[in-house]
């Protein structure tokens, strides 16, 4: 046990030393998680929207008023013609242009009806899609005041049924992105931090030659893995809380769980990446080559782990091949507790596999490191 106090002692100054890693464990933490829970959000706002108004009427104008004051658009303009409207579109001027005919207000009072032309860049087909359900959803409530306006008056004992709907907006009731992002970031830094330096660090000692120099000592190999690697177990539970922290208070993500339950499913998936960064640290003998292939897997597991993309749009191919990701389990796990309250049976399933996943990689680390005697 003296053993292995000695190594921690000795990795903690080594790791306090480093003048480089300090700012990796300290300073960009804060950086990312603030700069990334408001750059990391799929809310599409400013869409610049350009308009012909070929009738110039009272209803035209009307219309384009109702997307002057909606706060996702920003009217770039009017056109004067087509033409116009698709080469800007096509210098990326603007998004959106919305041409009304030359006898909008008068078909809408004889026929009811009239027909607009709306043109959208669709390059990004997700904000593509959002852009015309904000369209769609000016239009319809203008639709309705018009309809209002042009139907005959009815009397109230003959008034039209209307079926209203009232929603209710479960564990995030201001829709507010930045609730659904925080956590998921949090789970990032924890990942990153302790799977690049867990990896980094023992490839330094091959590097500088300091490797050898312990494998020739009578050290046991537990007690050198155990050492080397809980410093870092150690920083990832600090990053875990100070992230947490630092989404209550400067982002009001809530906490309604139990905090306790966060620190068990993190200390066992820590021990997840510590045993991949391990597993990597003894194939290489650089530092860039274990970057290499960690960002390899953490773009990867980044991409497949719900944060972006929600699983159940990915194909079924897919879905299956997040069953192998560790992020994915975390990020479901640290969003059930902060948002929703869950407690230790919510997270149960999560839990074992992951349990299993830790299990084995730091299993197939223990076996692949040599230690010459």
Known sequence: MKTILFIIQKEFKQIFRNKA??????????????ILSFAATFEVTNIELAYIDNDKSTYSRELISKFKASNYFTINGELSSAKQGFDAMQKGEIDV??????NFERQLIKEKEIALSIQIDAINGASAGVENAYINQ?????????????????????GLKRLELTPSYWYNE???????????????LVTMVTFFLSGMNIVREKEIGTLEQINVTPIKKYQFIIGKLFPFWVLGIFILFFGMNIGRFLFEVPLLGNPFVILLFASIYILVFLGMGFLISNFTDTQQQAMFIAWFFVVIFILMSGLFTPIESMPSWAQKLTEFNPIRYFIEVIRMVMLKGSGFQDILPQLIKITVYAIVMNILAVV????VS
């Open 21 to 34: 890693m300090l700012p990796i464990i300290f300073v960009l933490p804060i950086m990312q998680i603030v």
């Open 174 to 188: 201001t829709l507010d992105y930045k609730t659904f992002m925080v956590p998921g970031i949090i789970v990032l």
């Open 368 to 371: 692949s490191y040599r230690k």
């Open 138 to 158: 000016i239009i319809q409530k203008f639709n309705a005041k018009i309809r209002a306006e042009l139907m005959p008056v009815i009397p109230k004992s003959k």
């Open 97 to 102: 242009f919305i041409e009304i005919p030359s």
